[in-house]
């Protein structure tokens, strides 16, 4: 099956520094990337939508300068959080869509951010 | 490796009950779970089972064997609102979730 990556797994950073995690669609074109937030057993939030070479969606409440979103290329997308702060502590998801299997989403295993 | 299974796709009736089965071998177990997701929407949390046994909620219900590496998800009285796909999701020993494929439910009238 489609496998999708996440780069780091984990990451504990300073207030106020920036961290930047990867997801990558590694035996399959994604043209669309979704990046999720999930709290302790609950659903997953949707923050944002991205297209390869356009600009994402973000959800609403979700601040855009904040989490900056690039999709680069049809295997890559990055979400950075600027300016973290200890609750933006939470576990990030990403999921990938070819946009071929009715809308199937492959989903990665996950980073789990902490700020101190 | 590690690998999720669970069944691509299952049919079943308005009303009746269906079991998605999901089989898991992951390097070590931090509790497992079920979401549901319909198409163009973020997955919805169903359950998370840590410890062996049936949890019920509702119309729902899921049933973990540690031993097997095997659990289900239990849904009853369906109903056409139930027409989604059903994720299996494992932590391991690393708190990363390994995913399963999904398994898309029909429920006809």
């Known amino acids: 099956g489609a496998v999708v990556s996440q780069h780091p797994s984990r990451v504990i950073c300073k207030s106020g520094t920036s961290v930047k995690i990867e997801c990558r669609s590694l035996?399959?074109?994604?043209?669309?990337m979704f990046w999720y937030r999930q709290f302790p057993k609950q659903s997953l939030m949707l923050m944002a939508t991205?297209?390869?070479?356009?600009?994402?969606?973000?959800e609403q409440g979700v601040e855009k300068d904040k989490f900056l979103i690039n999709h680069a290329s049809l295997t890559l997308s990055t979400l950075t959080v600027t300016s973290a702060h200890p609750e933006d502590s939470s576990f990030y998801i990403c999921?990938?869509?070819?946009?071929?299997?009715?809308?199937?989403?492959?989903f990665g295993p996950g980073t789990r951010l902490l700020v101190l | 490796g590690q690998n999720i299974d669970q069944p691509t796709e299952m049919t079943a009736t308005e009303g009746a009950i269906v079991q998605i089965n999901c089989t898991y071998q992951?390097?070590?177990?931090?509790?497992l779970f079920w979401y549901q997701q319909h198409a163009g929407e973020a997955p919805t949390f169903l359950s998370y089972?840590?410890l062996d046994g049936l949890e019920e909620k509702g119309r729902f219900s899921s049933f973990l064997s540690r031993s097997k590496g095997y659990s289900y998800l239990l849904l009853k009285e369906l109903q056409m609102k139930d027409s989604a796909s059903y994720l299996c999701?494992?932590?391991?020993?690393?708190?990363?979730?390994?995913w399963g494929a999904g398994t898309k439910l029909i429920i006809k009238p």
């Open positions: 991205s297209n390869e070479g356009s600009k994402a969606t973000y």
């Open positions: 999921s990938a869509s070819s946009g071929r299997e009715e809308e199937t989403q492959y």
């Open positions: 089972n840590v």
């Open positions: 992951t390097s070590g177990f931090n509790g």
């Open positions: 035996d399959f074109q994604a043209t669309t």
């Open positions: 999701a494992v932590m391991d020993s690393n708190y990363q979730l390994i």
